[in-house]
């Protein structure tokens, strides 16, 4: 009885010590959107692609404009390294504006950053993830705009 015990804890203790491994292997969805924006903003396209599923984000906008999916994603990082030189523009996202939430689900997670100023041009920043082989992938980039006729009415 007391070997069946011992095996039993010892089955225990392996089985948390495998999950407490593959917990610390797997970045959380907010890391992701972290890292993916860290690799967009230094062009590193090569280690973005690691966070980002390109065809699934970019798609109905590669089939508008005649284009890959990769075409267009690198034309947007473009754009934004572009933009974020001018002296008009920063390159960074003001984090301390939003408020950032969260729902993970098993193999879902959806991370949105949502305005706290008044007059915010851009309100809401919806990422959608996927689990995809132990590592999370956005899959869904959704910004919605502040509507300025509704304000002045």
């Known amino acids: 009885m007391k070997f069946y015990t011992i095996l039993l804890t010892l089955a225990l203790f392996i089985a948390s010590c495998e999950k407490r491994q593959e917990a610390a ?3 959380c969805p907010l890391a992701t959107i972290v890292k ?12 973005a692609m690691n966070y980002i599923d390109i065809e699934k984000v970019y798609s109905a906008i590669a089939i508008k404009e005649n284009k890959t999916s990769e075409q267009v994603w690198k034309e947007f990082l473009e754009f934004k390294y572009t933009v974020g030189k001018s002296n008009k523009f920063v390159s960074t996202f003001p984090l301390h ?3 950032i939430s969260k729902i ?9 950053f949502t305005g706290t100023e008044e007059g915010q041009r851009i309100k809401v920043i919806t990422y959608r993830l996927t689990l995809e082989n132990k590592s ?7 910004y919605k705009k502040q509507n300025y006729l509704q304000n002045n009415n």
Do not use: F, P
Not at 136 to 142: D, F, G, N, R, S
């Open 25 to 27: 292997t797997m970045d």
């Open 36 to 47: 993916l924006e860290s690799a967009e903003a230094y062009k590193d396209y090569n280690a």
């Open 97 to 99: 504006k939003y408020k």
């Open 104 to 112: 993970i689900k098993e193999n879902t997670a959806e991370v949105q």
């Open 136 to 142: 999370w992938k956005v899959v869904a980039i959704e």
